[in-house]
């Protein structure tokens, strides 16, 4: 069973740039089989994707966010990235990082880290 | 845009039987598939529903998943209510040009 677990700083000053790190164990990162993303929540609200990567270096981006963010992996360390730049406020939220299982017509989440809450604030 | 519309809240009595729904705009729903999560207060989502209508090891076949073309809407049916299912149930799907997409959010309440 893929375990995630998400890392980095709880508190980003706007303007900023956020900065997240997912740790995966019981599975690869280079598996053919999953794609690894970040999946956000502000504060009593609902779940909005961000981006999502493929072990083939490929990535995809919420056209709302696509300006802002990037997501990275780095196979050494079997770990993926989250980069948001220019935060606002209304970039508060619970961040997740999730796997994606690839089957035939479809991918979803089906792997989630427990979240970590960053707050945008001077 | 490809979009998820869910009612906001649902609330029903234990054992009793609840359907959410799932309407989409902007495309075919059938399309692509559909998934239901879970949220419990304080925890991350998981799969209770994937591809529509299967349901992933350790889900209790009291949920169930269907697609209705005509109406363009996905549905998660829970049977037998229990308290333990009260939670956020968000439904998800796969939009255009590599776009995952959730729906708002439908908040069952088991009383």
């Known amino acids: 069973q893929l375990q995630l677990h998400e890392s980095g700083p709880g508190l980003v000053k706007p303007s900023e740039t956020l900065s997240l790190t997912c740790t995966v164990s019981?599975?690869?990162?280079?598996?053919?089989?999953?794609?690894w993303g970040w999946v956000r929540q502000p504060p009593g609200k609902g779940l909005e994707w961000i981006g999502t990567?493929?072990?083939?270096?490929?990535?995809f981006y919420n056209p709302s966010l696509k300006s802002r963010v990037a997501v990275s992996e780095d196979t050494s360390k079997n770990q993926f990235s989250l980069r948001l730049t220019s935060v606002t406020a209304a970039d508060t939220a619970i961040y997740y990082c999730?796997?994606?299982?690839?089957?035939?017509?479809?991918?979803?989440?089906?792997?989630w880290g427990r979240g970590t809450l960053v707050t945008v604030s001077s | 845009n490809f979009m998820l519309t869910q009612p906001q809240s649902l609330s029903e009595s234990p054992g009793k039987t609840v359907t959410i729904s799932c309407t989409g705009s902007g495309a075919n729903i059938a399309t692509n598939y559909v998934q239901w999560y879970q949220q419990r207060p304080g925890s991350a989502p998981t799969v209770v529903i994937s591809q529509d209508d299967q349901r992933p090891s350790g889900v209790p076949d009291r949920f169930s998943g269907s697609i209705d073309s005509s109406s363009n809407s996905a549905s998660l049916t829970i049977s037998g209510l229990q308290t333990e299912d009260e939670a956020v149930y968000y439904c998800q799907s796969y939009g255009n040009n590599n776009f995952w997409v959730f729906g708002g959010g439908t908040k069952l309440t088991v009383l």
């Open positions: 999730v796997s994606l299982i690839a089957v035939p017509g479809t991918t979803y989440f089906d792997n």
């Open positions: 019981g599975g690869s990162i280079t598996s053919d089989s999953y794609f």
């Open positions: 990567v493929y072990y083939t270096g490929n990535t």
